[in-house]
Each structure stands twice: as structure tokens, then as C-alpha cells.
């Protein structure tokens, strides 16, 4: 229990961040997680975001080097959706990640995260927490969802050195960070008091004094006795 603050009068109860968070549009999530990668400077020196189409599936870029993707990098996908991520939404992004490096657009990341404001739903997670089903499933659901949808400019059947590249693929890369995760980390940021505002929490409702004075205090209260009696020009003290 808390109780309310002249603050709280001004502005009313503070909303809640995993509530706040599901407010944030599309490109505010995106910055969002780059704001929250800053916090690991020392794993990730270089953070990059690239915003908009023609990503080729990279949202937000967290290199171990400052020669970008030459060297071990991570991606974090941002997911802004009405709903707790699902299957039908993870499977492209895979999709898009395979082919891409397939083609050598850019270097296979150490890790991908899917970082979603709703969080990631029961099946898709554990999906991300089992390489094998993981795997199936994209295979499966390839022709249906990710053949036309990885770009624009033609199908991507799942054919021929494509699907040799599939096979060997290492799918234990992909993985997910759940909200609390992210708001917790985003707290250590420069970035977090802007987001969600500062100053101090509510303040807990306190016991009422004792009606007796315990042992252990009868120092600190004849002491406070004697100040205040100093304060007001007398002397209180005790012969």
C-alpha cells in the first residue's frame, strides 16, 4: 500500500510502464530497444537501427565491434502488434533472415531476439525454446507465409541451395526477451526517466507511533527534547 503524493494530486496515479509500453508506436518501439541496447556498452560498443523498408530484416543492430557486421553481431526484431507474438509472425522474419544471409546481404548474428511490446505468445515461445520444432515449423509454413512475403520483388520458394542453406542452419540463434526483461535494463539508461518520468516512488503508508516510548529510543528522545528546548531558548535538560 502506498499512499498519494501532491504529485500524484497534480498529475494523477502513474501508468503503469508495461502499459505505457503498449502504447508506443511502431517506430517509438523500435527506438525504444535501441535506447535499451545503449545499457550493454560494453558487449555491444556500436548500436545501429535501420528504420523503414529495405531493412532486410534487421531492426536493431547491436555489434561486438565497431566493424559492424565483419565481426560476432546481434539483432533485436521489434514487434509492435496488437497481440502477443505468434508463430505466423516469427516465421517470416526467419525467413527473411535465412534469405538474406543466404544471399550474403549481411553476416549470420550470434543471437536474434524477437523483442515484442506485447510479449511473445505460449506457442511462439516455445517454439524459440526448441531449435528442432522451430525449424519444422518455418519448413512448413514457408510456401504459406514466408514465399511471398520475405520481398516484394519476387517468391522465395524454399527450393534448390536455398533449402540446402536451410538445412545446415544453425536455429538455436533465435530467442526472445520478455517485456519485464527490457523495461528492467531500459531503467539503467540515460533514456528511462524521459520515457517514464523520474522522481520518487509513492510513499509507503507508515505504522502510527507506539503509544510508549521503547528503551532503545529514550536516548535519541531526550536528545531531540534538548535540542528543541535549545531552539526556543530554554534549557531542557535534566539537572
Known amino acids: 500500500m502506498h499512499s498519494p503524493s501532491a504529485g500524484h494530486v497534480y498529475a494523477g496515479l502513474p501508468i503503469p510502464k508495461v502499459s505505457r509500453v503498449q502504447l508506443f508506436s511502431s517506430d517509438e518501439w523500435e527506438r525504444f530497444i535501441e535506447e535499451w541496447a545503449t545499457s550493454f556498452k ?10 523503414g523498408a529495405g ?6 543492430a547491436c555489434f561486438t565491434q565497431a566493424v559492424g557486421f565483419a565481426a560476432p553481431w546481434e539483432n ?12 505466423s509472425d516469427i516465421h517470416v522474419e526467419i525467413g527473411k533472415l535465412i534469405y538474406y544471409t543466404w544471399r550474403k546481404e549481411y ?29 519444422e515449423s518455418v519448413r512448413q509454413n514457408w510456401e504459406k507465409q514466408c514465399c511471398a512475403e520475405i520481398t516484394s520483388k519476387a517468391k522465395v520458394p524454399l527450393t534448390g541451395e536455398l533449402l540446402e542453406y536451410f538445412e545446415k542452419f544453425d ?6 526477451m520478455s517485456l519485464l526483461e527490457l523495461i528492467a535494463r531500459h531503467e539503467t539508461t540515460t533514456y528511462h526517466a524521459v520515457r517514464f518520468g523520474g522522481g520518487l516512488p509513492p510513499r509507503p503508508i507508515c505504522d502510527p507511533p507506539p503509544n510508549e516510548i521503547a528503551t532503545h529510543e529514550a ?7 534538548d535540542a528543541y528546548g535549545e ?9
Open 42 to 51: 560494453q558487449e555491444y560498443p556500436m548500436v545501429r537501427r535501420f528504420a
Open 55 to 60: 531493412d532486410m530484416g534487421i531492426d536493431v
Open 76 to 87: 533485436f526484431q521489434c514487434k509492435r502488434y496488437d497481440n502477443p507474438l505468434r508463430p
Open 107 to 135: 553476416s549470420v548474428p550470434r543471437k536474434y531476439y524477437f523483442a515484442a511490446s506485447r510479449d511473445v505468445g505460449t506457442t511462439a515461445g516455445k517454439l524459440l525454446l526448441d531449435p528442432g520444432k522451430l525449424k
Open 171 to 176: 536455429f538455436s540463434i533465435f530467442g526472445s
Open 219 to 225: 536516548r535519541y528522545v531526550r536528545q531531540l527534547l
Open 231 to 239: 531552539s526556543a531558548g530554554g534549557d531542557q535538560r535534566r539537572p
